[in-house]
């Protein structure tokens, strides 16, 4: 089992930048797929970005290539997402999840708005 809780939402105005922390307990957070979904109101949960069990490899979706970074630190069982240059429609619940294969632990989730 896995337990994650996500960190580091707020308001802040569209142009800004917030950093999300996801913070894992349990099994060996190492040897987990990690990555950070988003849903905004009325719609559906989405992929944000994704990063392999030793960071060497990250994907994000389009909407947010080359203003968003997924990281990670192992030794501090942690997940990051740093994102700039955020704009109105990247308000959302942001949630961290993990995995081996596909996506199975999830956290609550933490509230990001960008006021235009």
């Known amino acids: 089992q896995v337990q994650l809780v996500e960190s580091g939402g707020g308001l802040v105005q569209a142009g800004g930048s917030l950093r999300l922390s996801c913070a894992a307990s349990?099994?060996?957070?190492?040897?987990?797929?990690m990555g950070w979904f988003r849903q905004a109101p009325g719609k559906e949960r989405e992929f944000v970005a994704g990063?392999?069990?030793?960071?060497?490899?990250?994907h994000y979706t389009d909407s947010v290539k080359g203003r968003f970074t997924i990281s990670r630190d192992n030794a501090k069982n942690t997940l990051y997402l740093q994102m700039n240059t955020l704009k109105p429609e990247d308000t959302a619940v942001y949630y961290c999840a993990a995995g081996h294969n596909s996506y199975t632990y999830w956290g609550q989730g933490t509230q990001v708005t960008v006021s235009s």
């Open positions: 349990g099994r060996t957070f190492s040897a987990y797929i």
């Open positions: 990063i392999r069990w030793d960071g060497g490899s990250t």
